[in-house]
């Protein structure tokens, strides 16, 4: 009887390390977030819509960046970036590929 608990809890250990938990970290941004942003919003705008970004630049205070990454059994799967570019406190262009589908990923105003 021992034997076979000690085979079961064995077996049990060496099952669990076959599996690694995805880890997701950064920024997790919706469509529907994302297509609310205009150009012109100001930065507390977009705050409110989006959050606040994952990177503040202390050296860019005009350039936001929402960053979004996935890594799976230690190896990065997905990098999802949205950019953010303002002048004089307003939006002027967005940039990334947090939803590819949407055309070239760029906006400008024109």
Same mark, same amino acid.
């Given at each position: 009887m021992k034997i076979v608990v000690i085979a079961i809890?064995?077996?049990s250990l060496?099952?669990?390390?076959c599996?690694?938990?995805? &880890?997701?970290?950064?920024?997790?941004?919706?469509?529907?977030?994302?297509d609310e942003i205009k150009p012109g919003m100001t930065k507390q705008q977009v705050a409110?819509?989006?959050?606040?970004?994952?990177?503040?630049?202390?050296?860019?205070?005009?350039?936001?960046d929402y960053i979004n990454t996935t890594k799976s059994k230690?190896?990065?799967?997905?990098?999802?970036?949205f950019s953010l570019?303002?002048?004089?406190?307003?939006? &002027?262009?967005?940039?990334g590929n947090y939803?590819?589908?949407k055309g070239d990923g760029t906006t400008e105003v024109e």
């Amino acid at each position: 009887m021992k034997i076979v608990v000690i085979a079961i809890f064995a077996l049990s250990l060496s099952l669990s390390g076959c599996y690694k938990v995805p &880890v997701q970290q950064g920024n997790i941004l919706k469509q529907e977030d994302i297509d609310e942003i205009k150009p012109g919003m100001t930065k507390q705008q977009v705050a409110i819509v989006l959050g606040t970004p994952t990177i503040a630049d202390p050296f860019n205070q005009d350039r936001w960046d929402y960053i979004n990454t996935t890594k799976s059994k230690g190896e990065f799967k997905k990098l999802k970036k949205f950019s953010l570019y303002f002048e004089d406190n307003k939006l &002027v262009r967005t940039e990334g590929n947090y939803f590819p589908d949407k055309g070239d990923g760029t906006t400008e105003v024109e």
